[in-house]
């Protein structure tokens, strides 16, 4: 079974199973030692759950096994192999010790239990497998802190939360993002390689901008707050759900990844005003690894080239899309590279009515059988029908 950890009563960590040895700090004592002025508003909530993170990271608790076991479709590094499978394989996965996380789409967005490795994407499945499984090479700890489900392994990390809807998706986002980064920090796993962002209504009017722009604002607004420059930006797709609630989920690690950037793209960080009071704060890749087991994670990609979106037709845009991952790929490993290298892949598209024009499309270009999921949600510019992400890994 998965271990579990949680926040007593007292204050102390709770464990749903044997603890190492070793002495385990009550919550509040670890809490007296930070500087609250240092907190921002979102965190200082947070107060009395993240200040024993750092007992969390301790060796005692992370040194299990033999950290270079390797697993089927991983590589003898830190990070996580993915993959794609159907509910009937969920058991095998979810009573796997080195799950790290299993996101499931065509449910809604809920509180996680603390005992499962379980993320809701609250998107409609359209097409394709069901659950994305995520297995790292180290027995994980699944447990809460304030708002966020925690899934830990050694020098990697899921941070995910469900958060309410809002009519202000500026102070959601920072309040977010403020909480997102105070805990990776204090996890000691401060660097995102990867995150995923679905917004209620994303394409809904405030007045002078959308709620995609305000959202960006309040996001670019935490960033700054923690220095964060464009050179730290991650790998990220932020699209609309039909859902009541905001869903973030991001993967953390102790080690940064390297940025890549699209040649066919202009950086979404450098947009001009005229796409929002702040710049989308996220690279169009992120790879991380080294040798042979690196991988890439891609960002959301659509029918833009420079920084305007391009065609009106859904099938036009995708094969702009397809140029611009082909383009990205190239970018990467400084050689050609097929579709096919993106294994997972996820395509969004905003109306469920275009499946079967672009699934044909896409089946010619795969070999059968590729791992793809496709889903319902709103792309960030109104004009765009179809998002591609996914990963590339040995």
Known sequence: MPRVFAFGNDGA??????????????????????????LTAFAIELYFHIHTIPLLASPNLLKYGDFSRNFKGMASDFLPACTLFDPAAAREFENDPNTLALIRFGSPPKAADEAAPWIDSGLELLGGRAIQAWRVATPVEHGRMGPFAVHLAQRLGMLATPFPDSEDPETAAFELYSGLLSTARQLDLPHILRIWQYLPRI???????????????????????????????????????????????????????????????QSAFRYPPRYGRKSPSFSRATAAGNGKGERLFISGTSSITGHA??????????????????????????????LAAIAPMKVYLRRAADLDDVRGALDSRLPAG????????????????????GIVQP
């Not at 749903?16 to 609250?36: C, F, N, Y």
């Not at 065609?311 to 397809?322: R, S, V, W």
């Not at 960030?380 to 998002?387: S, V």
């Open 13 to 38: 960590v709770d464990f749903h199973s044997d603890p190492p040895t070793g002495q385990i700090e009550p919550a509040k004592q670890a809490a007296d030692r930070l500087p609250v002025a240092q």
């Open 203 to 265: 394409n809904a009017s405030l007045g002078d901008e959308d709620r995609y722009r305000a959202f960006c604002a309040g996001r670019g607004r935490a960033l700054e707050a923690e220095h964060r420059g464009h050179d730290a930006l991650p790998a990220a797709c932020l699209l609309g759900n039909d859902s009541d609630r905001i869903l973030l989920y991001a993967l953390i690690a102790s080690r940064p990844g390297r940025q890549i950037e699209n040649p066919r793209q």
């Open 309 to 338: 979106s391009r065609h009106g037709k859904t099938l036009e845009q995708l094969a702009e899309t397809i140029k611009n991952l082909e383009a990205l790929l190239e970018r990467w490993q400084g050689s050609p590279a097929s």
């Open 370 to 389: 590729h791992p793809v999921t496709y889903l319902r949600a709103d792309v960030c510019r109104p004009e765009l029908n179809i998002e591609i992400e």
